[in-house]
């Protein structure tokens, strides 16, 4: 009996643990999602929910997922770059809508941090705090980098940027609906925009071509973020 608590803990806290349960747990929301055809029924956000109610239920530690965690962002780096494939891969979308595109990613993404700036200063939030948030609109990679320049703390940055992910996938069709964004261009350029990777799912189920506008659009406000950083750097 001894050994086999032994064996169970060593399993428990070997990295593979947290990477096998999340891509279990990921494989499950895509099939309810697939059930279901529901916005709300979003893949990730069924995960989180699974997740957090397995390791409640069978009291397994933080500690113990997040091994697997670590092992996770060795490919957040390589994820950085491959940003770029979809900017490539649509080169010609990307010229005969570049000045859609560049605008309104530029416009965008200050917009979302200059928001959460300005709502972070109007609750009486320290420095630290809105330095984590700033970020919550870009790919999880690069939101790291940017709280990390910006000194906040980064896995409330992360949570963030999940948070504002799921969100923009579930609400974007109503939103799309609800202001009447009847171009598929600029539906995947605000889409990519305001939810990076998580929202470019929702805007390639929406369509071919607002999931190319997005992903450009995912890549290139990240990109614009980063630089957007060093003015919110100067007055944090």
Known sequence: MQDLLQNLNEVLYSPYFGVVLSIFMYQVGILISRKIQNPIANPLLIAVILIIAFLKLFDIPMEAFSKGG?????????????????IYKNLQILKANLKPILAGTIVGSFASMAVIFGLCKLFGLDNTLTASLLSKSVTTPIAMGVTEQLGGIVPIGIAAVIFTGITGSIIAPFMVKLFRVEDPVAQGVGIGTCSHAVGTTRAIAMGELQGAMSGIAMGLAGFFTVLWAFLFAAIL
């Open 70 to 86: 670590d092992l996770i962002n060795l490919f957040l780096a390589p994820a950085t770059a491959a940003l770029a494939v979809p």
